[in-house]
């Protein structure tokens, strides 16, 4: 079944003239994101926990829309739905936007998994549907008050990222894609990750981002690229900034990355699929080590 999604896949972006390519596994510079951990391995290397500096120095060298279909690595990752190696479908498409990105990863996933209807959703409209509050404005006490009384939890945490996705993951998400494929969109800047931002509907500036939901898993996240080197540096500031408060590892920032982006990455939308847990749906699974060959958690 895996081998046939492969070649699901391949032949997908071959017939729409996109480029595989192969980036290093091993790389010089861990990621900054506060909430990823890379692995670390001798010679002050790292296995990647994506492929995405790689491919945007690709696409800033004149690539054109290329995607990769490999293994990628994260510390801790251990659980239901995650291990520590897993499979990711990356790709980035020049000149479209986040919609149109939606567009292609609906006919990908339909073709893997059989269709079903698309429904989108406002990040913020889910927040007030099920807890009555903005979460683009609520504060800390109120996160935590509400979390309380859906979830059992004995924490004191000052980030307000914290209790939003405590809240999505726990009471949210596993409503989502059930019989339908969910996309979730205008997330808050603090998700923001390497997605520009924007304003909704309301005028609040949001993250041009989105996620995918399929029976109650995140499958996909995407958005319209980042492509400001100056706002890349502070926002890895930033990173380094809650790493500190947080006492976690501090890792430089990957200056070939950006001396790409100095370069000049073009307009893009990106998106990283699980294939893993395309699997686990396409099996009827239940946790993500069956999906593999051998897990190693």
């Not at 002050?44 to 293994?71: F, H, N, W």
Request: proline residues 3%; negative net charge; contains cysteine.
């Amino acid at each position: 079944m895996r081998a046939h999604i492969y070649h699901q896949i391949r032949t997908f972006f071959a017939e729409r003239k996109v480029l595989e390519v192969t980036t290093p596994h091993l790389v010089t510079a861990a990621v900054t994101d506060p909430h990823i951990e890379s692995i670390t391995v001798a010679d002050k290397r790292y296995l990647r926990t994506s492929p995405e500096y790689a491919m945007k120095r690709l696409l800033a060298g004149g690539s054109g829309d290329i995607y990769q279909l490999s293994a990628s690595f994260r510390a801790g990752d251990v659980g239901q739905y995650h291990h520590p190696e897993f499979t990711l479908l990356e790709w980035y498409r020049l000149g479209w936007n986040s919609a149109t990105l939606r567009n292609e990863i609906t006919e990908l996933v339909g073709l893997l998994l059989g269709q079903r209807t698309v429904r989108t959703h406002d990040y913020a409209d889910l927040f007030a549907q099920h807890f009555s509050c903005d979460p683009h404005h609520a504060s800390v006490d109120e996160l935590a008050a509400i979390a309380q009384q859906h979830i059992t939890i004995c924490a004191e945490e000052s980030d307000p990222l914290f209790w939003l996705d405590l809240l999505f993951s726990h009471i949210i998400a596993p409503t989502l894609g059930q019989n339908h494929f969910d996309f979730i969109y205008n997330y808050p800047t603090s998700q923001a990750a390497l997605a520009q931002w924007t304003q909704d509907e309301q005028g609040r500036v949001v993250a041009d981002r989105f996620e995918l939901y399929i029976d109650g898993m995140e499958i996909a996240n995407g958005c319209r690229e980042l492509t400001d080197a100056a706002e890349h540096r502070r926002r890895f500031a930033e990173d380094q900034r809650q790493r500190q408060t947080a006492h976690a590892p501090l890792y430089s920032a990957d200056e070939d990355f950006l001396a790409a982006i100095d370069a000049g990455l073009p307009s893009c939308a990106g998106v990283a699929v699980g294939i893993d847990r395309i699997v686990m749906i396409a099996a009827n699974l239940t946790h993500i080590q069956q999906a593999m060959t051998f897990a190693v958690a």
